[in-house]
């Protein structure tokens, strides 16, 4: 039976915690107000470090849900793989035992592709340390591990556009790298429009056509959208 007005409205006044772990920093702020605050990760940092850490830095905050955008591989809404730039401990943690409520965990890439989001077919990349990406076509998010596919010279998507593709191109290059990609995505893929996220996407001069660029905060929104409804659920990638 659909749900009543009354019953959606009081879903989307759920208050929910949303995590965005990265190699760098984990940050999370409450759907109930614009404070953000963080801790810097490293790569001993596990699962229940991370939990126990929030936990701590989240006492005076009250929420009944939890997202956490993975910054690695996610199906149904577990982990399936060891992050590559924190600790171990991950794959199979019981998160929403630590927290005390429920907890949905999304791939951090697709977690932003959430809140930037306008509708149709939307391909989302996110150009920080790695390369995130997912698609959402008509409200259904896949999560995607284009980055690890192989792209040319015995080399990945990955190398070319992440931290260290820029770093050894340079900049010049690696932007000349990303439209390329893009286009060449595009063309594979078909998406109405792209959106270009993550750390360094602030790096480039330009955009190709039909590209717009996203912002990190948008995962926050993409975690207060995951917990409320705001897209189908996708086969594979969320919980």
């Given at each position: 039976m659909a749900k009543t007005t009354?019953?959606?409205n009081r879903k989307s006044r759920r208050r929910i915690l949303a995590i965005d772990v990265g190699g760098t920093h984990?940050?999370?702020?409450?759907?109930?107000?614009?404070?953000?605050?963080e801790f810097a990760s490293d790569p001993d940092l596990s699962a229940k470090d991370m939990v126990v850490r929030v936990l701590k830095l989240t006492e005076d905050w009250q929420y009944e849900a939890v997202s956490i955008g993975y910054p690695g591989?996610?199906?149904?809404?577990h982990p399936l793989a060891e992050p590559v730039n924190l600790g171990s401990g991950w794959v199979g943690f019981d998160f929403a035992k630590a927290f005390g409520c429920p907890v949905k965990?999304?791939?951090?890439?697709?977690?932003?592709?959430?809140?930037?989001?306008?509708?149709?077919?939307?391909?989302?990349?996110?150009?920080?340390?790695?390369?995130?990406?997912?698609?959402?076509?008509?409200?259904i998010v896949e999560p995607m591990e284009i980055g690890h596919l192989p792209y040319k010279k015995g080399k990945t998507y990955e190398d070319y556009l992440g931290l260290d593709g820029m770093k050894r191109a340079g900049r010049k290059k690696w932007r000349a790298e990303v439209a390329a990609v893009v286009e060449h995505?595009?063309?594979?893929?078909?998406p109405d429009y792209v959106v270009l996220g993550g750390g360094n996407a602030k790096k480039l001069k330009s955009l190709p056509p039909k590209t717009r660029l996203g912002d990190n905060e948008n995962a926050f929104v993409g975690g207060f959208n995951l917990r409320n409804g705001g897209?189908?659920?996708?086969?594979?990638?969320?919980?």
């Open positions: 009354k019953q959606q984990v940050k999370f702020v409450p759907s109930t107000q614009a404070e953000k605050r591989p996610v199906v149904h809404g965990v999304i791939n951090d890439a697709a977690m932003q592709a959430l809140g930037s989001y306008t509708g149709g077919r939307m391909l989302f990349l996110g150009l920080g340390t790695g390369l995130g990406s997912a698609m959402i076509i008509d409200g995505l595009r063309a594979a893929l078909l897209v189908t659920r996708s086969s594979g990638g969320r919980a």
